[in-house]
């Protein structure tokens, strides 16, 4: 194989780096997240969910680049860019350039497989938080659905004969 410009190289290992960084933030704010539910801060939650969606944003603008540049080394080399991949990119390079192309792909498939690990999690947290929360409305309002009514001492009345609590609303 023709080894590709370093110059070109230089391009694909910045945006490489770049997304490993974006992920790297991603993970952060992930477990943040995770935090946040635990503790159930529904404030602190909300504002993480918008550090997410504008983490997320530059994370695909990086992976734009990276593609780009990914295109570009594959016009170069006169192949369509769907038959290169990065592990193949890393024997034709140069010995600097080699070394920092192989552990910019490892360390992206590690942040990369933690982020999604850690988002897995959140998303069951969250499932479970749900159906949780499904069942104490099943047990508070029964299976009906309809809050129930009650008197001044507590006990239970017809919804049509009295109020939600003493009877007069």
Do not use: K, W
């Not at 770049?18 to 539910?37: P, S, V």
């Not at 990065?86 to 350039?97: K, R």
């Not at 299976?143 to 006990?155: I, L, W």
């Amino acid at each position: 194989m023709v080894a590709p410009s370093p110059l070109a190289l230089d391009a694909l290992l910045a945006a490489t780096e770049d997304e490993t960084r974006a992920f790297a933030g991603l993970l952060r704010l992930a477990h943040r997240q995770r935090r946040y539910m635990v503790r159930q801060d529904v404030r602190r939650l909300a504002t993480v969910a918008e550090a997410i969606a504008a983490r997320v944003l530059r994370a695909r603008e990086v992976a734009a680049r990276r593609q780009a540049a990914l295109q570009e080394i594959a016009a170069g080399l006169g192949r369509p860019p769907h038959e290169i991949e990065l592990q193949q990119l890393a024997p034709g390079a140069e010995n600097p350039q080699r070394v920092r192309l192989e552990a910019a792909l490892r360390r992206l498939s590690e942040v990369g497989g933690r982020l999604y690990r850690a988002n897995t999690q959140n998303h069951l947290l969250a499932r479970f938080s749900l159906d949780l929360l499904a069942e104490q409305q099943r047990l508070v309002l029964g299976e009906t659905g309809a809050a129930g009514h009650y008197d001044c001492s507590g006990a239970a009345t017809r919804p049509a004969a009295r109020g939600a609590i003493d009877g007069r609303a």
